[in-house]
């Protein structure tokens, strides 16, 4: 658990009126984050570093039934190395590189180029593949018994769905990063918070897509110190590799039990997301350790090693691999 951050919510000791204040707070964080004249001419940024992710307890915990252990990508917890890359206003493309047990490393890519998102693997675990429970060849929906059309649509859907998500994390970033909520926006003030470590002000961000943020503003040097918003966690299945006597020659696995509505149900949560260490690159402060939570757990730390501002990314590299 993360320790109890905000103490008190207050108002604008100032008694600006909100849109004014909420304009000069955030003029006073693109200034603190390096100026308008630097900001204004980034057009991409990439990130290079390590990560290591503890997946959240699952939800059957609460609900009092015997909760499994959590589990991430292809494991209960994973760390290695990361890249993003950033192209504005709609692209992203992300790399985590990381060893499945005793095995060799594996790659996982999410991508987004404009509409289309996209994911993939490269290595050899998992035959450089991975799917759900419901992929086209495991049971439950969009396995077996779904008919082609219905299949399409789902797969249509999970598309989308993903798209959705990857467009909100890249609008996050960016206003995390450059305090920049994207076209279309609205930002109002949303008060002081105060801890022991000081006072942040509080600016509340809607999206052109209607998502709503909160982004919290160190009340001194006006850098962005966190994120607080809301995001649906998807449940996602991935198949493991056939065990000893698995597989061709060996008895079928048995069957696995259906999810019960509570382990399938997509479910929202409340997330945050730490920014700390910023250092000057390229004239731009961007932050050097980044963190998030979902309901009070860290789930997920970046130790990011390098930062690069405008490097040469091609429209290419957010294609579909």
């Not at 982004?215 to 998807?234: C, G, I, K, N, R």
């Amino acid at each position: 658990m993360i320790p109890l951050l905000l103490l008190l919510v207050s108002a604008d000791p100032s008694g600006a009126p909100a849109e004014a204040r909420a304009a000069t707070l955030r003029a006073q964080a693109r200034s603190a984050l390096g100026g308008e004249a630097a900001l204004s001419i980034v057009r991409a940024l990439s990130l290079e570093g390590k990560f290591r992710r503890q997946p959240p307890p699952e939800a059957g915990r609460a609900a009092g039934r015997e909760a499994r252990a959590p589990r991430g990508p292809f494991g209960r917890e994973a760390e290695g190395e990361l890249t993003m890359e950033m192209a504005l206003p709609d692209k992203l493309r992300r790399e985590e590189s990381f060893a499945v047990g005793s095995g060799p490393n594996v790659t996982m890519i999410v991508g987004l180029d404009g509409e289309h998102a996209w994911m993939g693997t490269e290595g050899a675990a998992f035959g450089g593949r991975f799917g759900g429970r419901g992929g086209p060849d495991g049971p439950g929906p969009g396995g077996a018994g779904v008919s082609p059309e219905d299949r399409k649509a789902m797969e249509e859907e999970r598309r989308a769905a993903m798209g959705r998500r990857m467009h909100a994390e890249l609008t996050r970033m960016l206003l995390a990063l450059l305090a920049d909520p994207g076209e279309g926006a609205s930002i109002t003030y949303g008060g002081q918070a105060e801890s022991p470590d000081g006072r942040a002000d509080i600016l509340g961000v809607t999206s052109a897509a209607g998502a709503k943020t909160r982004l919290f503003l160190d009340a001194t040097t006006h850098l962005p110190l966190m994120l607080t918003y809301q995001e649906t966690m998807p449940a996602r299945r991935f198949r493991r590799p056939p065990a000893a006597g698995e597989g061709a020659g060996g008895p079928p696995p048995a069957p696995a039990p259906e999810a019960s509505p509570t382990d399938a149900a997509p479910r929202t949560v409340e997330s945050t997301l730490f920014l700390s260490d910023h250092r000057a690159v390229g004239g731009v402060a961007l932050p050097h350790h980044l963190s998030r939570a979902v309901s009070g757990n860290v789930v997920e730390e970046w130790s990011v090693t390098r930062w690069r501002v405008n490097p040469g990314l091609k429209p290419e590299r957010f294609a579909k691999q």
